[in-house]
């Protein structure tokens, strides 16, 4: 460790992955400061809605920042595909959980990540950038902000956009997410408060014309990709977001870890990138519990090491939905139906899809 440093972390940056970290620190008496470039109030301005699996409510819940009141639950999830046989419908309670899920604006969560931050007291230093070497006195300096770095990463541009919006419906939404697959790319209606929340994925190539639809044009669009489960009556304004695969293959250096973005970018199809780092962060904070130096070299290897197989699954699966399901040939959209089948009939393969989706590699109870 440097002679100048104590067991004190720099987190770099102070969105919800910083955030939650120090909190996360804190649980395991360790100490950290946070850097955040941008102004404190800037940062809880995010127009996102999050997908958290209940795994990732019960890290926020352990963090104290759990926004209850503001979060819909997910109890059930409609697979299909458009144009072949097959769905698949998991249920909360045959999993044993209250839900599978719960829906949430992003602004909500970071809100209560902020508070828990205030009363506990962490050192958040606004408006403060950090270079190269302005955290050598750390013994462990945390990445949390950001993109992939495209030099110490792998890539693969989707040649897509999610395009986001909320959407009122004819008919309630009773809890039931949907996830539907088409040729050109997922659709995903998420419930949110008495609405649902919409991720609509299109090709680069029609972009301009999908944001050039007016609210009516653009309903009678997702209504023809949806199909007619649903009647949309109105919807809010649209922003679209690209799309790709970004991840280190490393996340940890000398005395350095990445986390979050700066870790991973993955495809929003089954929701896994901020529950990933809900739990790359919690393992992170369980794996330096106690130790003397939380930026020595072993216990940095063993925190990756731990990680390997829930960030290679996280992100193989998502890769594996974005590929596997936008093919229309023929027989793999029969494949694909045999396998919704499959899942829908036989309740342990549904369950390890399931838990799988809801905790991670680990499963956890």
């Known amino acids: 460790m440097p002679e100048t440093a104590d067991r004190r972390i720099a987190i770099v940056g102070g969105g919800p992955a910083g955030m939650a970290l120090a909190l996360a620190l804190r649980l395991h008496g360790l100490e950290a400061e946070i850097f955040e470039a941008r102004d ?14 209940e795994g990732a409510r019960q890290i926020l819940g352990w963090l104290g920042a759990w926004p209850a009141s503001s979060a819909t639950a997910i109890r059930t999830i409609h697979v299909s595909q458009r144009h072949g ?7 909360a ?11 949430v604006a992003a602004s909500e969560v970071i809100s209560a990540l902020d508070a828990a931050l205030s009363r506990t007291g962490i050192p958040y230093r606004e408006q403060t950038k950090v270079g190269a070497g302005d955290t050598a006195g750390f013994a462990l300096t945390a990445y949390a902000e950001g993109a992939v770095d495209p030099d110490a990463g792998e890539r693969r541009d989707y040649g897509q ?19 539907r697959f088409t040729g050109e790319g997922p659709l995903a209606l998420l419930p949110l ?20 639809l007016d609210d009516e044009e653009f309903l009678v669009f997702l209504q023809r990709r949806f199909g007619n489960r649903h009647r949309f009556l109105a ?11 970004r991840y280190r293959p490393h996340p940890v250096g000398a005395r350095q870890v990445w986390l979050g973005n700066a870790a991973q970018t993955l495809h929003p199809v089954a929701g896994q990138g901020f529950n990933l780092a809900l739990r790359d962060i919690w393992e992170l904070a369980t794996s330096l519990s106690g130790a003397d130096d939380p ?25 594996l939905l974005i590929h596997g399901f936008g093919n229309e040939f023929g027989p793999l959209r029969t494949l694909r139906g045999a396998g919704l089948l499959a899942m829908d009939i036989l309740p342990p393969l549904r369950g390890f899809v399931a838990r799988r989706m809801i905790f991670g590699a680990r499963a956890w109870p």
């Open 193 to 212: 408060g008495d609405s649902y929340s919409v991720v609509l994925t299109c090709q680069d190539e029609i972009l301009d014309w999908v944001r050039g």
């Open 235 to 245: 919807t809010t304004p649209r922003v679209a977001y690209p799309l790709g695969l």
């Open 93 to 103: 309670e045959e999993q044993g959980v209250e839900a599978l899920g719960w829906v």
């Open 161 to 179: 956009h999610a395009v986001l919006c909320n959407v009122r419906t004819a008919e309630p939404h009773r809890n039931v997410a949907w996830e």
């Open 40 to 53: 404190r109030s800037a940062v809880r301005k995010d127009a996102r809605v999050l997908a958290l699996s």
């Open 295 to 319: 930026g020595a070299p072993e216990r940095l290897a063993a925190y990756a090491r731990g990680r390997m197989a829930d960030r290679r699954g996280a992100i193989g699966f998502t890769d």
């Open 85 to 91: 046989f097959g769905r698949t419908l998991i249920r």
